[in-house]
């Protein structure tokens, strides 16, 4: 009876952390931070776990790709679908041959890192925003700076993938990309190739719990459309505070648990 009742308590906390996943995907970011965690809490093994999240929350990501199509460097599109691919794959690869144990123990670090890439990401998205205003001289981007900068970003975004956004961002604005507009559609695309390169690898290696991932997957959808109608009228400092908040909590919650 009292089992029942925890799996009970286990699908609903799946509902409400997936759901909420959604709403921060779509407002700012992070909703990983809490999605993981309740994969975890379904009894699932780390790296199942993962890759469960990642395919359950790449949808969204693919709708953002639509949404900025427009806004894409034509040119730099070779370049950075190669090192998204490249890196994704590779990152997935090496996480499924990771030892459940050390990925259970790594999480912790990974959720912190993540939280505090997170946190500095306004600022630097602030100078890039700057950066973008300011008259330049216009320059080709450097191509294989972009690739070379890109590729371990991408590797991380397919071993984990959270708080990586404003690496991209800043790897693009380095090397010579300096629209605003131009370095979030790029992100974003990024994002989308990397994870797209890593849920396939998931789904033919089988390392997908699938009903957790359908689960997790509609109320994620549900999320990130109710998320989206409140996105502009939100402070982004207060949601960039709540998602780096949650972020350190689970991580604290996880050094608890592993120590």
């Not at 207060?238 to 608890?256: D, E, H, K, N, Q």
């Amino acid at each position: 009876m009292i089992s029942s009742l925890s799996s009970h308590w286990h699908y609903v906390w799946l509902v409400i952390a997936s759901s909420i996943a959604g709403v921060m995907n779509a407002m700012a970011g992070g909703g990983s931070f809490l999605s993981f965690p309740a994969m975890l809490s379904m009894g699932v093994a780390p790296i199942q776990a993962n890759a469960t999240n990642t395919v359950a929350l790449w949808p969204g990501q693919l709708t953002s790709v639509a949404a900025l199509r427009g806004d894409l460097r034509r040119d730099l599109l070779p370049v950075v679908c190669a090192a998204s691919i490249l890196g994704g794959v590779s990152g997935a690869v090496v996480l499924l041959k990771t030892r459940q144990i050390t990925f259970l123990h790594m999480v912790p670090w990974l959720l912190l890192v993540a939280s505090l890439l997170f946190g500095i990401s306004g600022p630097v998205s602030q100078w890039l925003r700057r950066r973008s205003a300011e008259p330049h001289i216009k320059r080709a981007p450097a191509v294989w700076g972009v690739f070379l900068a890109l590729l371990p970003v991408c590797f991380y975004i397919g071993y984990f993938g959270a708080g990586a956004g404003f690496l991209i961002m800043s790897a693009l604005a380095l090397f010579g990309v300096e629209e605003m507009n131009a370095l979030n559609s790029l992100k974003v695309l990024a994002a989308c190739l990397s994870n797209l390169c890593a849920v396939i690898t998931f789904v033919f290696s089988g390392a997908v719990i699938w009903h957790y991932c359908l689960i997790s997957m509609i109320f994620a959808g549900v999320g990130g459309y109710v998320g989206a109608q409140y996105a502009r009228r939100m402070n982004a400092n207060v949601l960039r505070m709540i998602v780096v908040s949650t972020g350190c909590l689970m991580a604290a919650y996880f050094f608890w648990r592993n120590g």
